[in-house]
């Protein structure tokens, strides 16, 4: 078993920045990739970013190419999302995966998921 943990998210002005973070626990991360996700209310999940368990290789929605970026530090487990440019779009639940294999741009394969943290963006 994978534990994540979300946290960072908060309330930011449009053209804001903001960074979440995802702290795992429990099984080994190694060979871990992780993914990022987004639920807005009413709306699907959907699939924001990627990372490989090295960090070589990274994905982006179209919607946040250019205005996100997608990190992670293996010694202390943790994977970051810095969002910036921030939208009113953006506002959304924020939800971490962790797939062990290749990173995937969808919510299926994913073998663990955190609880969310909540990112508001006011207009």
């Known amino acids: 078993q994978v534990q994540l943990v979300e946290s960072g998210g908060g309330l930011v002005q449009t053209g804001g920045s903001l960074r979440v973070s995802c702290a795992a626990s429990?099984?080994?991360?190694?060979?871990?990739?992780m993914g990022w996700f987004r639920q807005a209310p009413g709306k699907e999940r959907e699939f924001v970013a990627a990372i490989s368990w090295s960090g070589s290789t990274t994905y982006f929605a179209d919607s946040v190419k250019g205005r996100f970026t997608i990190s992670r530090d293996n010694a202390k487990n943790t994977v970051y999302l810095q969002m910036n440019s921030l939208k009113p779009e953006d506002t959304a639940v924020y939800y971490c995966?962790?797939?062990?294999?290749?990173?995937?741009?969808?919510?299926?394969?994913?073998?663990?998921w955190g609880q969310g943290t909540q990112v508001t963006v006011s207009s």
């Open positions: 429990g099984r080994t991360f190694s060979g871990y990739s």
């Open positions: 995966a962790a797939l062990l294999g290749l990173p995937r741009m969808t919510t299926g394969g994913y073998d663990y």
